[in-house]
């Protein structure tokens, strides 16, 4: 294991970019439950940095809270959503976008890759990754190599972003703690906070609603978002943690929303 590599259990800590302008992140970012500095990042990309209490108070796996996070961000927005994660033991990232089932991949702290070789490729295609140049590049990190420990993995994970418009600013780094990297964020010039509370199912419709969310369609979609969001919201709040609630209470909250308002355009009169 190399020296870079040892992080200790301070340096837990994450990153949530998505492929959207922060003005538009940062109308559904307030659902999280974390005030959270927003940033841009690159062309088309902004990035939330987490203060962490989930993991830092409470005891909740980073990579498991960051999922949730990742998640809700995606849910019924015409954006992917991309976590980058990382603790003492591990690191890796999570790829939500809308309904799909997340995908992400996991390396050990010395580097060593303990994902499937598929979610690599599943992960290039919903991004529109080059399927030859980006996905060899992709490739190489499910490789063994003893002197590439997680964080340099991770490098090599937001080179190939980089071709998709991703440029983190500078002091982002993906392995320090999130202490840090919230400050690095705070002195950004264009930095600003999201909200920091649920504030119930009226605040849902500040989501970005998908298109053709009205009619017929609408309502399926939100039947679905309601089906989808409850059993989440149940198993979060079995496993006591914190994101998948959160995208569980999303899910459930912008599918009533969109409900009652897709009800009232069906029938003006009653």
Same mark, same amino acid.
């Given at each position: 294991?190399?020296?870079?590599?040892?992080?200790?259990?301070?340096? $837990?800590?994450?990153?949530?970019?998505c492929?959207?302008?922060?003005?538009? #992140?940062?109308? #559904?970012?307030?659902?999280?439950?974390?005030?959270m =500095?927003?940033?841009?990042?690159?062309?088309?990309?902004?990035v939330?940095? =987490?203060?962490?209490?989930p993991?830092?108070?409470?005891?909740?796996?980073?990579?498991?809270?960051?999922?949730?996070w990742?998640?809700?961000?995606?849910?019924?927005?015409?954006?992917?959503?991309?976590?980058?994660?990382?603790?003492?033991?591990?690191?890796g990232?999570?790829?939500?976008?809308?309904?799909?089932?997340?995908v992400?991949?996991?390396?050990?702290?010395?580097?060593?890759?303990?994902?499937?070789?598929?979610?690599?490729?599943t992960?290039?295609?919903?991004?529109?990754l080059? =399927?030859?140049?980006?996905?060899? &590049?992709? %490739?190489?990190? $499910?490789?063994? %190599?003893?002197?590439?420990?997680?964080?340099?993995?991770?490098?090599?994970?937001l080179?190939?972003?980089?071709?998709?418009?991703?440029?983190?600013p500078?002091?982002?780094?993906?392995?320090?703690?999130?202490?840090?990297?919230?400050?690095?964020?705070?002195?950004?010039p264009? &930095?600003?906070? $999201?909200?920091?509370?649920?504030?119930?199912?009226?605040?849902?419709?500040?989501?970005?609603?998908? =298109?053709?969310?009205?009619?017929?369609? @609408?309502?399926?979609?939100?039947? &679905?978002?309601?089906?989808?969001?409850?059993?989440?919201l149940?198993?979060?709040?079995?496993?006591?943690?914190? @994101?998948? $609630?959160?995208?569980?209470?999303?899910?459930?909250?912008?599918?009533?929303?969109?409900?009652?308002?897709?009800g009232?355009?069906?029938?003006?009169f009653?």
């Open positions: 294991m190399s020296t870079e590599e040892s992080a200790p259990d301070h340096a $837990t800590g994450a990153l949530l970019l492929r959207a302008e922060p003005d538009a #992140v940062a109308v #559904v970012a307030g659902l999280l439950g974390e005030p =500095p927003l940033v841009r990042a690159g062309a088309r990309w902004s939330l940095v =987490p203060e962490g209490r993991w830092r108070d409470r005891g909740e796996p980073v990579d498991r809270v960051v999922t949730g990742a998640a809700a961000l995606a849910v019924g927005a015409p954006w992917p959503a991309l976590a980058l994660w990382w603790d003492a033991d591990r690191a990232y999570t790829l939500a976008s809308g309904f799909r089932r997340p992400g991949y996991v390396w050990l702290a010395n580097g060593t890759p303990a994902g499937e070789d598929e979610a690599m490729r992960f290039a295609a919903r991004l529109g080059d =399927p030859v140049l980006d996905l060899q &590049a992709l %490739d190489r990190l $499910t490789r063994p %190599d003893p002197e590439t420990g997680a964080r340099a993995r991770m490098r090599g994970l080179a190939v972003l980089t071709r998709a418009g991703v440029s983190l500078a002091g982002l780094d993906p392995g320090e703690p999130a202490d840090r990297l919230r400050e690095c964020a705070r002195a950004l264009d &930095a600003r906070w $999201t909200a920091g509370a649920v504030r119930g199912p009226g605040t849902a419709r500040l989501a970005v609603r998908p =298109p053709g969310a009205h009619g017929p369609a @609408g309502r399926a979609v939100a039947l &679905a978002e309601v089906v989808a969001g409850a059993p989440l149940a198993w979060g709040a079995l496993h006591r943690s914190g @994101g998948w $609630t959160t995208a569980g209470a999303l899910l459930a909250a912008h599918g009533t929303s969109l409900l009652i308002r897709t009232t355009r069906a029938a003006p009653a």
